[in-house]
């Protein structure tokens, strides 16, 4: 079992800066990769970024060249630094982790926190 903690979120300006931290605790031995999915109302959840152990990155269309995600392995926390906001940026953000262990492959979802871009 593998536990995700989010922090940050808030209201800011459009151009305005945020940045989210999410760590795993519990059974983190297997997770391979970490990232962070988006949820605006009545939207499906899509995926924003994503980074591997191995440091190996993704990044949606919509935020490549204004949001940065890294990684640290020994302590399984992972944060994402959005610059440049954009009112299209408003939803609830969840941090995710990718489990693969040899007794099953598994998804961990963090509680969700609010990002709120005003023009």
């Known amino acids: 079992q593998v536990q995700l903690v989010e922090s940050g979120g808030g209201l800011v300006q459009a151009g305005g800066s945020l940045r989210l931290s999410c760590a795993a605790s519990?059974?983190?031995?297997?997770?391979?990769?970490m990232g962070w999915y988006r949820q605006a109302p009545g939207k499906q959840r899509e995926l924003v970024t994503s980074?591997?152990?191995?440091?190996?990155?993704n990044y949606a269309d919509s935020v490549k060249g204004r949001f940065t995600i890294s990684r640290d392995n020994a302590k399984n926390t992972v944060s994402l630094q959005m610059n440049n906001l954009k009112p299209d940026d408003t939803a609830v953000y969840y941090c995710?982790?990718?489990?693969?262990?040899?007794?099953?492959?598994?998804?961990?979802w963090g509680q969700g926190t609010q990002v709120t871009v005003s023009s």
């Open positions: 519990g059974s983190t031995f297997g997770i391979n990769s």
């Open positions: 995710n982790a990718h489990s693969v262990t040899i007794w099953k492959i598994a998804d961990y």
């Open positions: 980074i591997t152990s191995g440091g190996n990155t």
